[in-house]
């Protein structure tokens, strides 16, 4: 603690100075005079932050991703000019909701540059992603840029280790495959530390608010990258999800985000807590300002083969079949969707309901199938209560030790979870597994059984996909995310999963339901915190759940989706 108010402790030294160091990575000429308060300015998103642009600023950053690499791969744009916008921006939305954990726009700058030459000498473009900005959870090493995963005690080191050889040198397998395929890298966004926690939080740049709404909280543990992507700052990035993530941030900053089955995508060489626990895995997943950029990401990662080269990766090229049939299902009202309004726990707030109805009945009007999703509720509770005791096999001895490395206070957000606990034995890891094990075979049985009830025309044909909450709000308020089981059922079923905005918190239309009944006193607690005023205007957004393995058909729904809410105006 300090011996005095003038005097700071060593990690507040060391986190001020990296807090500082960040703004000071700005350009002087991109630099707020001020920063307005959230009564003066409640949504920095939209017309406020292009205040700060210009004309062909704006055009540049409020490009999806498939319309930007359009234009550098043809040659239209050249990526100096589409980075130079981009870093820009994301510089203007640092400030504002405090987003980035590092920038390296230099470096940027340089790489553009090459990829600009390489398409003057050959005529065509590097690969897929060419010129296209792309942003990273502060999860995966980049050479020449720090890694501190939101601890203190990780500043001027390789995950915590002093003298490592690989400070700043060594690469993750994403950022090769990356650069491969010609996405241009500038920055890393912010997380809280831990990476277990719903909101984004940390004693180096404190807090990160949501643009949208900024009473509220981005989500966690991708938050920095949601923030990012909603203000326009990226077109999108990679994050990663073992509780929900990749889908809270995205749902939280009306985005389109991806958590793919374990073994899709490269996971080698990210920085982790808890690295070596096997039984819930993290997983890494594109989020984006459209399906379509979310697919691009996807896609394109895989075609760089990432399965040779990280022994997680399982071979499953992009399938363009499973993906042509898909469309062919929802063309032909053969499409069958689940609707799981309430998982027996905690309920949804009132725009998170009238959000599921909205998309029910878009459903409905397509002339394709819904029915109410409802596996045992016994059974949802019991996966997350397994999930859980996965994070904790160790007691919390890890997350610990890295808090031990500056002697820096956890936030109040991740108190609860990371309270010291005895470990885990090799018995109780494999009881656990076992029993999870089970669940999921349980869940598969419940999936096949709705054949009897989709009104599918084929027979014998369960349920495609099916809708859930994300969480039982639009956005959680800071230091009240008290329930994260919507996410985290579907990281213990290794489920993927793919994000949809549907709407925007309406204080008129989305008023108290006095008349609902809370099932037990942590839904009483979570449905008092709702105020029509404090949410007005946050996104709500809905997860499409699918089969494992089948990221291709849960992206064909979210174009179409995309498309179909764009017709109705819903998502606006």
Same mark, same amino acid.
């Given at each position: 603690?300090?011996?005095?108010?003038?005097?700071?402790?060593?990690?507040?030294?060391?986190?001020?100075?990296?807090?500082?160091?960040?703004?000071?990575?700005?350009?002087?000429?991109?630099?707020?005079?001020?920063?307005?308060?959230?009564?003066?300015?409640?949504?920095?998103?939209?017309?406020?932050?292009?205040?700060?642009?210009?004309?062909?600023?704006?055009?540049?950053?409020?490009?999806?991703?498939?319309?930007?690499?359009?234009?550098?791969?043809?040659?239209?744009?050249?990526?100096?000019?589409?980075?130079?916008?981009?870093?820009?921006?994301?510089?203007?939305?640092?400030?504002?909701?405090?987003?980035?954990?590092?920038?390296?726009?230099?470096?940027?700058?340089?790489?553009?540059?090459?990829?600009?030459?390489?398409?003057?000498?050959?005529?065509?473009?590097?690969?897929?992603?060419?010129?296209?900005?792309?942003?990273?959870?502060?999860?995966?090493?980049?050479?020449?840029?720090?890694?501190?995963?939101?601890?203190?005690?990780?500043?001027?080191?390789?995950?915590?280790?002093?003298?490592?050889?690989?400070?700043?040198?060594?690469?993750?397998?994403?950022?090769?495959?990356?650069?491969?395929?010609?996405?241009?890298?500038?920055?890393?966004?912010?997380?809280?530390?831990?990476?277990?926690?719903?909101?984004?939080?940390?004693?180096?740049?404190?807090?990160?608010?949501?643009?949208?709404?900024?009473?509220?909280?981005?989500?966690?543990?991708?938050?920095?990258?949601?923030?990012?992507?909603?203000?326009?700052?990226?077109?999108?990035?990679?994050?990663?999800?073992?509780?929900?993530?990749?889908?809270?941030?995205?749902?939280?900053?009306?985005?389109?985000?991806?958590?793919?089955?374990?073994?899709?995508?490269?996971?080698?060489?990210?920085?982790?807590?808890?690295?070596?626990?096997?039984?819930?895995?993290?997983?890494?997943?594109?989020?984006?300002?459209?399906? &379509? *950029?979310?697919?691009?990401?996807?896609?394109?990662? @895989? %075609?760089? #083969? +990432? !399965?040779?080269?990280?022994? /997680?990766?399982?071979?499953?090229?992009?399938?363009?079949?499973?993906?042509?049939?898909?469309?062919?299902?929802?063309?032909?009202?053969?499409?069958?969707?689940?609707?799981?309004?309430?998982?027996?726990?905690?309920?949804?707030?009132?725009?998170?309901?009238?959000?599921?109805?909205?998309?029910?009945?878009?459903?409905?009007?397509?002339?394709?199938?819904?029915?109410?999703?409802?596996?045992?509720?016994?059974?949802?509770?019991?996966?997350?209560?397994?999930?859980?005791?996965?994070?904790?096999?160790? &007691? *919390?001895?890890?997350?610990?030790?890295?808090?031990? @490395? %500056?002697? #820096? +206070? !956890?936030?109040?957000?991740? /108190?609860?979870?990371?309270?010291?606990?005895?470990?885990?034995?090799?018995?109780?890891?494999?009881?656990?597994?076992?029993?999870?094990?089970?669940?999921?075979?349980?869940?598969?049985?419940?999936?096949?059984?709705?054949?009897?009830?989709?009104?599918?025309?084929?027979?014998?044909?369960?349920?495609?996909?099916?809708?859930?909450?994300?969480?039982?709000?639009?956005?959680?308020?800071?230091?009240?995310?008290?329930?994260?089981?919507?996410?985290?059922?579907?990281?213990?079923?290794?489920?993927?999963?793919?994000?949809?905005?549907?709407?925007?918190?309406?204080?008129?239309?989305?008023?108290?339901?006095?008349?609902?009944?809370?099932?037990?006193?942590?839904?009483?607690?979570?449905?008092?915190?709702?105020?029509?005023?404090?949410?007005?205007?946050?996104?709500?957004?809905?997860?499409?759940?699918?089969?494992?393995?089948?990221?291709?058909?849960?992206?064909?729904?979210?174009?179409?989706?995309?498309?179909?809410?764009?017709?109705?105006?819903?998502?606006?």
């Amino acid at each position: 603690m300090c011996s005095n108010g003038d005097t700071l402790t060593s990690w507040q030294t060391l986190a001020t100075a990296k807090r500082e160091a960040i703004l000071g990575s700005i350009p002087e000429e991109w630099r707020l005079a001020k920063i307005p308060t959230v009564e003066e300015q409640r949504n920095v998103t939209g017309a406020y932050i292009r205040q700060f642009l210009s004309a062909k600023e704006v055009e540049i950053t409020e490009t999806d991703a498939m319309g930007i690499v359009e234009k550098t791969t043809s040659g239209a744009w050249r990526a100096v000019e589409v980075i130079q916008a981009f870093c820009h921006r994301a510089s203007l939305s640092h400030q504002l909701v405090n987003c980035l954990h590092e920038t390296f726009f230099d470096a940027a700058l340089a790489d553009a540059k090459e990829l600009d030459a390489y398409f003057a000498d050959h005529g065509e473009p590097k690969g897929p992603l060419h010129g296209l900005p792309v942003s990273l959870k502060d999860q995966f090493h980049i050479k020449g840029v720090e890694t501190t995963m939101g601890y203190v005690g990780w500043i001027g080191t390789f995950q915590g280790q002093k003298g490592d050889s690989r400070s700043m040198t060594f690469e993750s397998e994403m950022v090769r495959e990356l650069r491969q395929l010609g996405a241009v890298l500038y920055c890393k966004t912010a997380v809280p530390h831990t990476l277990m926690c719903g909101e984004t939080v940390n004693n180096i740049i404190e807090y990160t608010w949501n643009p949208h709404n900024r009473n509220l909280s981005c989500g966690g543990s991708s938050g920095g990258e949601g923030a990012l992507i909603a203000l326009g700052g990226s077109p999108g990035g990679f994050g990663t999800d073992i509780g929900g993530s990749i889908r809270i941030p995205a749902a939280f900053n009306g985005l389109f985000g991806l958590r793919p089955t374990s073994g899709r995508l490269p996971y080698g060489g990210v920085a982790n807590s808890m690295d070596g626990q096997n039984s819930v895995l993290s997983v890494v997943g594109p989020l984006a300002s459209s399906a &379509g *950029g979310v697919k691009l990401l996807t896609k394109s990662i @895989l %075609s760089a #083969e +990432p !399965w040779l080269h990280d022994p /997680l990766v399982t071979e499953i090229p992009w399938r363009r079949d499973l993906e042509a049939q898909t469309k062919d299902l929802i063309a032909s009202s053969q499409l069958s969707v689940g609707f799981l309004d309430h998982d027996g726990a905690v309920a949804p707030h009132p725009p998170v309901k009238r959000a599921l109805g909205l998309l029910r009945d878009l459903i409905v009007q397509s002339g394709n199938k819904v029915f109410e999703w409802q596996p045992p509720p016994h059974l949802l509770q019991r996966v997350n209560e397994l999930t859980y005791k996965t994070w904790l096999y160790d &007691g *919390g001895a890890d997350v610990r030790k890295d808090f031990a @490395l %500056s002697g #820096e +206070p !956890w936030a109040v957000q991740i /108190l609860d979870i990371w309270q010291e606990r005895p470990q885990a034995d090799a018995l109780s890891i494999a009881e656990n597994n076992r029993a999870l094990r089970q669940c999921r075979k349980e869940y598969l049985d419940y999936w096949n059984s709705t054949a009897a009830s989709s009104g599918t025309a084929e027979r014998h044909r369960p349920a495609d996909v099916f809708v859930a909450p994300c969480a039982p709000f639009a956005a959680a308020r800071p230091g009240r995310y008290d329930y994260i089981g919507y996410t985290s059922v579907v990281n213990g079923l290794d489920l993927p999963s793919v994000v949809v905005p549907i709407t925007k918190v309406d204080r008129t239309d989305d008023v108290v339901d006095t008349s609902y009944q809370p099932v037990s006193e942590l839904d009483k607690k979570i449905q008092s915190d709702y105020d029509p005023e404090i949410y007005d205007g946050a996104p709500v957004s809905l997860q499409i759940i699918g089969r494992r393995h089948q990221e291709e058909k849960l992206l064909a729904i979210a174009e179409w989706l995309e498309g179909e809410l764009k017709k109705g105006s819903l998502a606006t």
